[in-house]
């Protein structure tokens, strides 16, 4: 089932078209990524989810039904652009928004309490939040957004601005919010977090849906029938023995210690596995192959790259 569904959203600024009739659609419980270059249109769009900014036209349904102003109190939003009062405790301001959001103060008490030891921030609640770094702050922000349970997540860059590992425990956050039952969407240029935390993703290239799926499927898929040859030998005489069963030779140093190389092939159409494996054995001492699995960084490039050559 679906939590959320975009419908051919399209929204203008003036004479900027930053969103093209984009429609989405993302399955509960989930985790969802939207990716895209600066200026795609992905921050437009969690403002238009969040009923911040209305779309020129199309809609956006939660639940199978168009979301109104009341369905607002369902969805946890992190802004990219985070504001807190400077002057206020760390802790005061913390139970400011959770009251505001309608939790009874002993349970925002309590329920803040926790999150801070998880975050091993608990000593900052007297601080002042212009005493708090940036990275400092952005963890109190996500706190703030997720402590009243929403069933909807949507955090915008939530990873800006954080360490590795802060980024980490950031993660393991939104998966065990993910086990608790909440869906996520985020916006983010991070690739890596995509691959280890993603479900699905759209990716939007100027204004446009260019790519939305399944991220392991999207990772099988899209470069298609390539393959990691580990090896020890020669690089040249292997890729001019393999020229007649493939093409998009590249070679990476696979590991430094025992001086074997990695050949990352596309298998051309209508060849079998099994003969470009006997020709390399011919030429190189095989160590073992696999399936390349493209990663996201790659996918992204290209995508955006293949999109723009056609526009
Ligand atoms: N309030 C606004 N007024 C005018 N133009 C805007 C406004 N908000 C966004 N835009 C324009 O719309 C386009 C999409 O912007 P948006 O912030 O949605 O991109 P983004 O994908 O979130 O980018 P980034 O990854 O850099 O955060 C940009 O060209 C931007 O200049």
């Known amino acids: 089932m679906d939590i959320l569904q975009v419908e051919n959203v399209s929204k203008s600024y003036s004479s900027h078209r930053a969103l093209d009739n984009v429609s989405l659609s993302v399955p509960e419980g989930q985790v969802y990524g939207l990716l895209g270059p600066n200026g795609a249109g992905k921050t437009t769009l969690i403002r238009i989810i969040n009923h911040i900014t209305a779309p020129d036209s199309g809609r956006v349904l939660l639940d199978g039904h168009q979301l109104t102003e009341a369905d607002v109190c369902h969805i946890g939003y992190l802004p990219e652009e985070r504001g807190l009062y400077k002057k206020m405790k760390v802790g005061e301001q913390a139970l400011f928004f959770a009251r505001l959001k309608g939790l009874p103060k002993h349970e925002a008490t309590r329920s803040l309490r926790e999150w801070f030891e998880r975050f091993d921030i608990l000593d900052w609640w007297d601080k002042k939040v212009e005493e708090l770094s940036k990275g400092m702050a952005q963890k109190i922000q996500f706190i703030i957004t997720v402590l009243h349970r929403p069933k909807l997540l949507i955090f915008d860059e939530p990873f800006s601005g ?150």
Do not use: W
């Open 162 to 311: 954080f360490d590795p590992i802060n980024a980490e425990l950031l993660k393991n956050e939104i998966l065990r919010l993910k086990e608790e039952g909440a869906t996520v969407i985020f916006s983010t240029h991070n690739m890596a977090s995509v691959e280890e935390i993603c479900d699905n993703i759209t990716l939007i290239n100027k204004s446009r849906n260019i790519l939305s799926g399944n991220v392991e499927e999207i990772r099988r898929k899209y470069f298609g029938n390539r393959y990691d040859l580990l090896y020890e030998g020669d690089d040249r005489s292997l890729m001019e023995a393999l020229q007649s069963v493939g093409n998009e030779f590249e070679v990476t140093a696979a590991d430094q210690l025992q001086g074997r190389r990695r050949l990352t092939f596309h298998l051309k159409e209508g060849v079998g596995l099994r003969d470009a494996i006997a020709i390399a054995n011919d030429s190189v001492r095989l160590a073992g192959i696999s399936e390349s699995i493209a990663s996201m960084n790659d996918i992204f490039i290209r995508a955006v790259r293949e999109d723009e050559s056609c526009r």
